[in-house]
C-alpha cells in the first residue's frame, strides 16, 4: 500500500500546543498622540485630551 494515515495517535495536549505556537496575540500598534503625546492605539480617539487627526472628537471634563 504505502503510508496515507497517520503513524500513530497524537495526543489533544501536543496536538494542542502545535496549534498554539500559529496564533500567538502580538501586542496593538501603538502610536503617540499628535497633541498631547500620550500613548494612544493606532487609529482610535486619544482618550486623554479626546482628539483624533489633530481634531478633537470626545468631550473631556477636565
Not at 5 to 30: E, H, L, Y
Request: net charge positive.
Amino acid at each position: 500500500m504505502g503510508a496515507i494515515g497517520p503513524k500513530g495517535k497524537i495526543s489533544k495536549s501536543r496536538r494542542d500546543k502545535r496549534r498554539a505556537q500559529t496564533w500567538k496575540i502580538s501586542m496593538p500598534a501603538m502610536a503617540t498622540c499628535g497633541k498631547c503625546g500620550e500613548l494612544v492605539q493606532a487609529h482610535h480617539a486619544c482618550k486623554s485630551c479626546g482628539t483624533y487627526n489633530r481634531r478633537e472628537v470626545l468631550k473631556i471634563a477636565e
